[in-house]
């Protein structure tokens, strides 16, 4: 398998991302939103992971030595923080422009990532397995959701842990995550999400477990606009993360 071809790879997405690669790191620009939302991702995950593998969330280095995989990584935005807390991260993404823009932060920040800009199909072909697999914002954004999920379990070590951030396919989310955040807030650039490809967390656990493994937690996020800030809820009408595990 050439290292970008997938089934589950969307042209057009990875295209639009290229054109905004060189963006991903301004707190002000089209992925200010994502930079607001990822200390819930990396507390959500951190918390996990430490529970699941007997760590001390409150350590300087919580994740040492663990294997971590970020799937549709950017611009390295979740990536950088979970090195920061030890892990050895690597990070995956179809669109070029982005893995050049993610090394070159990586390197400005005295942090050693391995970026690739291959898809999870290829990898987990090539025999590499992890400890923890992220799909991030990304299954939304995939052609073939069932087989990107089915070679995104399939990474995933016995004993190790799959999370998941999507939105779900609600009246409100559409409402809400394209005409209120792409069209009336301009949060996010017109086009960026498709409401046809949201999965409803029924639907993401059943592709989870028909790929092995067992969805133990299920939380929602939501905006809050008095402090410009998200945070976990139990509401999961539009945003929403989940955590799986494949038994050891």
């Given amino acids: ?104 932060h990586a390197e400005g920040e005295g942090l050693t990532i391995d970026y690739r800009d291959e898809t999870i199909e290829a990898v987990v072909a090539g025999g590499a397995r992890f400890d923890v697999v992220l799909a991030m914002e990304v299954v939304e954004h995939v052609s073939d959701r069932a087989g990107f999920l089915r070679a995104t379990c399939e990474a995933v070590r016995p004993g190790g842990l799959l999370f998941a951030a999507t939105i779900n396919r609600t009246m409100r989310s559409f409402a809400l995550a394209i005409v209120g955040a792409e069209y009336v807030l301009r949060w996010l650039p017109r086009g960026t999400h498709d409401w046809e490809k949201f999965v409803t967390p029924a639907e993401l656990t059943a592709d989870i477990e028909a790929g092995g493994l067992t969805v133990t937690d299920t939380t929602g996020v939501v905006y809050n606009p008095l402090g410009d800030s998200w945070r976990a809820s139990r509401d999961t009408g539009v945003n929403y993360m989940l955590a799986a595990h494949r038994r050891a």
């Fill in 1 to 104: 398998m050439n290292r970008m071809t997938s089934a589950s790879i969307d042209r057009d997405e990875v295209a639009r991302f290229d054109a905004l690669a060189a963006r991903w790191w301004d707190p002000r620009g089209p992925m200010a939103v994502l930079h607001k939302f990822n200390p819930v991702r990396v507390g959500y995950i951190r918390d996990e992971v430490c529970r699941v593998f007997g760590r001390d969330p409150a350590a300087p280095f919580p994740l040492e030595g663990l294997s971590v995989v970020d799937i549709g990584c950017g611009g390295g935005v979740l990536s950088e923080p979970l090195a920061r807390l030890g892990a050895q991260v690597t990070g995956l993404d179809p669109a070029r422009a982005n893995i050049a823009a993610a090394r070159a």
